[in-house]
């Protein structure tokens, strides 16, 4: 799950680390009002979306009087930004953030991220910081510093002293240094994140270090422990099916092919995807509906993929471990009953109770093509989408 950088913010100053005052606004009127608890003569106007690129699409403004903020804000809020991140469809600016500006000596990047690869932690900074961070990876990798975290010893002072002697950092400014990084491990470890980034990360002309932007995501599967970031997610940065199915504790990833695929099983779905992809289609979707859903949680994820406009046909591939392969059955049936089945279906079952399962699609008044395997259920599938178009 991904917040915005305002409540990012909120979180990491609660475990000690240097933010600068800001108000976040969810209307013009409300933008406009913030403009006056802002004790500092510059202020920064920020668009609030889950994306990263917002200030080189023109999200972020920097004004240097009252009337050069409000225009910002004027300008940014409803605005549709388009980054690298958005795709080119965008996200409405529907958030804003008002925040004080800074005496900025240096920039640079940080971040905290979950490798697991080496199923270590790392950390991750450079000195030389900014909108640009993702040319210097590729033109000078060598000012990217790495540090690998045990997750049983945690983070240790001497370890913020290396990353600051490799920014440059010197004096009272490694000090400031090594209390942002150990709070800042303490804010992504207590917090159950998988990712913490924070560019940039400035060096003010008090030798003070201050987190200018702040991105975190975390655990779904950790969310249980922590209901108040839970409150912090914002529906309309969502799409509308992938919420839908949160709800329902779906599984469920909308993606842009025309193959609406309903599955068991993690693994198997990417198979399922693989092969779409190999006779000449694509996806709609990722949809594990698990090991042992129930009738109506199987009924309601075939509602989902109905809903899909894209969709021109389904693939439905169940094997059949703890899942039953006549549970899946009838959940296809009363989902295709209680909608307008209008495209071509093609169902491939296999393991507990298959015969059972058969029996059932056999026996229904629904057009359903049976396959033998994923092979055959795919080529069946894409062909049938075929004829139709």
């Keep these: 799950m ?5 409540q990012a913010k909120s979180l990491l100053k609660k475990y000690g680390v240097s933010v600068l005052e800001g108000y976040p606004a969810f209307s013009k009127e409300e933008a406009l009002s913030s403009l006056k608890k802002l004790s500092s003569p510059i202020k920064v106007v920020k668009a609030q979306i889950h994306a990263g690129g917002r200030g080189k699409a023109g999200g972020v403004k920097v004004a240097k009087s009252d009337d050069e903020a409000r225009a910002a804000i004027e300008d940014i809020f409803g605005k549709t930004l388009v980054t690298p991140q958005t795709g080119p469809e965008g996200k409405k600016v529907q958030r804003l953030y008002i925040e004080s500006g800074c005496n ?3 920039e640079f990047y940080f971040s905290l991220l979950l490798d697991r690869t080496d199923r270590c932690f790392k950390a991750i900074a450079s000195s030389e910081g900014g909108v640009d961070i993702e040319e210097v990876a590729e033109s000078n990798p060598d000012a990217i510093k790495t540090l690998s975290i045990d997750p049983l010893q945690g983070t240790h002072a001497f370890q913020g002293r290396q990353l600051a002697f490799a920014l440059g ?5 490694v000090s400031a240094f090594v209390k942002f990084f150990l709070n800042a ?3 992504f470890v207590g917090l159950d994140a998988n990712l913490l980034e924070v560019n940039p990360l400035v060096l003010t ?4 270090i201050v987190a200018l932007d702040a991105k975190m995501s975390f655990d779904d599967n950790a969310l249980f422990r922590h209901p108040d970031l839970v409150e912090m997610r914002d529906p309309n940065e969502y ?5 839908e199915a949160q709800e329902e504790e779906l ?3 909308k993606l842009d092919g025309n193959i609406g695929c309903m599955v068991n099983g993690a693994g198997l779905a990417m198979a399922t995807m693989d092969v779409i992809k190999l006779h000449g289609a694509a996806p709609a979707n990722f949809l594990d509906v698990g090991g042992g859903a129930p009738k109506e949680r ?3 994820a075939f509602k989902l993929i109905l809903s899909d406009t894209k969709v021109e046909g389904i693939l439905v591939n169940i094997f059949g471990g703890i899942m039953r392969c006549d549970v899946i059955a009838d959940g296809i049936l009363e989902a295709a009953r209680e909608v307008d089945l209008h495209v071509p279906l093609v169902v491939r079952l296999e393991g507990t109770n298959v015969k059972e399962g058969k029996a059932i699609l056999e026996n229904a008044d629904l057009k359903i093509i049976p396959a033998d395997d994923l092979g055959d259920a795919a080529e069946k599938v894409v062909a049938a989408v075929g004829k139709g178009a």
């Design 2 to 6: 991904n917040i915005h950088e305002y």
């Design 104 to 106: 900025i000596v240096k």
């Design 169 to 173: 950092l010197e004096g009272k400014q």
């Design 185 to 187: 491990y303490k804010a």
């Design 205 to 208: 002309a008090e030798d003070d």
């Design 239 to 243: 799409d509308p099916h992938e919420l």
């Design 251 to 253: 599984n469920y990833i």
């Design 298 to 300: 199987v009924t309601k």
